[in-house]
């Protein structure tokens, strides 16, 4: 019952009306118990609900699809859905996997280049509760389910604020980086906290990745800039009003 409950409100009418207008790709964090001390409670969902949300899009014939495919083209009638996860936590690792394969969907990581095997530093140093990060052999095995790999930057910077000459480092070295690992290409990057402007976009396009995830809030109709893709935070109702709660708490006092 809990779980049906979980996942009616997921996909709620007016998601489904969006999700009908283009591809929506929706953007995770961590999967499991939420750490203590967390500053942001809502990066986290817990494991039995993203089971449910999974089981949700299948029930409504969603097909799990890479951001390639994605941005293709709607070359078949199917329903498209992209599953991101932003910095590589290995609690998805843990536990996200069984529920992926067992929903037979498919997904990306962006990960942190320099932090691979560590922990989420550039949280930790603003007195957030430190997460480990998937290292070489999980993602390894992570690759082997199927599932892709993209970039969030070598270090999680506030891309804006660098000079471009290093935001160019961060976005360029961390593909290589990345590729150089794991001996396969990095197609895909993902903004460090959805930060970005047009000449953050042209770096990431000139650096040779196919598309670029904001956290800007949309669905991706056919045509959509590619190195500006919109994401959703499939959260429900309730999370949504808590979440504008804690922000304003937040912003009030950090
Ligand atoms: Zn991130």
Redesign the pocket.
């Given at each position: 019952m809990a779980f049906r409950f979980l996942a009616m409100v997921f996909l709620s009418a007016a998601q489904r009306r969006l999700f009908a207008t283009g591809v929506p790709i929706l953007t995770y964090h961590s999967v499991g118990p939420r750490a203590a001390g967390a500053r942001d409670p809502f990066l986290y969902v817990p494991t039995a609900q993203f089971d449910a949300q999974l089981a949700r899009l299948r029930s409504e014939s969603f097909q799990t699809v890479s951001l390639s495919e994605a941005v293709a083209g709607p070359e078949d009638s199917a329903r498209k859905v992209v599953i991101t996860f932003?910095?590589g936590c290995a609690n998805v690792f843990q536990n996200a996997l069984p529920a992926l394969a067992k929903h037979q969907a498919k997904a990306i990581q962006f990960l942190i280049a320099k932090l691979i095997g560590g922990k989420n530093d550039w949280m930790i140093k603003h007195g957030d509760a430190p997460e480990t990060l998937m290292d070489v052999t999980q993602i390894k095995e992570w690759l082997a389910a199927g599932h892709e790999i993209g970039s969030?930057t070598s270090t999680?910077p506030n891309l804006p604020k660098l000079s471009l000459a290093a935001a160019r480092e961060e976005i360029a070295g961390s593909k290589k980086i990345l590729e150089d690992f794991f001996g396969q290409p990095v197609r895909h990057f993902a903004y460090?906290?959805g930060k970005w402007n047009e000449a953050l976009r042209d770096i990431v396009a000139e650096a040779g990745y196919e598309t670029a995830c904001t956290t800007n809030f949309g669905v991706n109709p056919p045509g959509a800039p590619r190195h500006e893709l919109r994401r959703i935070v499939p959260l429900t109702r309730s999370e949504l009003i808590g979440k504008s709660f804690h922000r304003l708490r937040r912003k009030f006092r950090p």
């Open positions: 932003d910095d969030h999680h460090p906290g």
